[in-house]
């Protein structure tokens, strides 16, 4: 699971994310709603050792990654759709990731065929729709098979079909045992799929709340 403490990133005046405390625990997903700029996608890579604190702390599985990135095998993430050199082939960009993290090259397989993109695992990723690698980005968050999954704005962009789609991934992957966070600007994308609700606004915790406590307080 994720906890957090006292959260806060500052950019220079700007306070990006301001004294946040939450935790996100397995078996369900956990939405991370705020309007664009909330301090959402700081505050997870700063989970995910990808940027430092200024103050505070943020554990996976009860350790912190402060200026190191966490392992695959630990949490694994979909950041920026899309973020993969066009020039390789989406078998290689796996391969590679799994190499750099020590995982075993049949979770490539496995992985291609659970995110159903083996028919094109030999196509560079340059020639992929958004969709195609979106479905890539979390072929590599499932690689190390982690307890922990973070999503950030994961249907930004989606046709009906692989909206339909990643809900009933992360779902899934709840399910099993997994705690999942999902980020997103939009209410209606939480409603169909998070369990808990977490919202923030300028980098403020604003609710932290089962979601059926959410949406009858309406
Ligand atoms: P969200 O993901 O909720 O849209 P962000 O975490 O991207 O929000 O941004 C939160 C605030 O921090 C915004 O005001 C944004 O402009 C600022 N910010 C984010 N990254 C940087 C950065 N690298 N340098 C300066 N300001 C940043
Ligand atoms: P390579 O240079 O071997 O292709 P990448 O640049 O793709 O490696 O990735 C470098 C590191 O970024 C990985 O070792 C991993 O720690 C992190 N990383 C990449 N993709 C993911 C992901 N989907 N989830 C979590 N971490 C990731």
Do not use: C
């Not at 079909?161 to 994308?189: C, D, K, Q, T």
């Amino acid at each position: 699971m994720i906890e957090v403490r006292g959260l806060t990133k500052r950019y220079g005046e700007v306070l990006a994310v301001d004294d946040l405390t939450f935790a996100v625990r397995p078996g369900e997903v956990t939405g991370f709603l705020g309007p664009n700029g909330a301090g959402k996608s700081t505050t997870l890579r700063m989970v995910l050792g990808l940027d430092a604190a200024t103050s505070g702390t943020a554990t996976v599985g009860g350790r912190p990654y402060v200026a190191q990135p966490a392992p695959l095998r630990a949490v694994g993430a979909l950041l920026d759709a899309g973020a993969v050199l066009p020039s390789r082939t989406a078998r290689h960009h796996l391969l590679a990731l799994a190499a750099g993290n020590g995982i075993p090259r049949r979770r490539v397989s496995e992985v291609l065929a659970e995110v159903g993109l083996e028919a094109v695992a030999h196509r560079r990723a340059g020639t992929f729709s958004l969709g195609m690698r979106q479905r890539l980005g979390i072929a590599g968050a499932l690689l190390g098979d982690p307890p922990v999954l973070v999503f950030d704005e994961p249907l930004n962009g989606l046709d009906p079909e692989g909206i339909v789609w990643i809900r009933g991934l992360m779902r899934r992957m709840a399910a099993e045992g997994r705690a999942v966070l999902m980020s997103s600007h939009l209410m209606s994308e939480m409603e169909l799929t998070a369990g808990h609700l977490i919202v923030i606004g300028r980098g403020r915790l604003i609710a932290d709340t089962a979601m059926k406590e959410f949406i009858g307080a309406y």
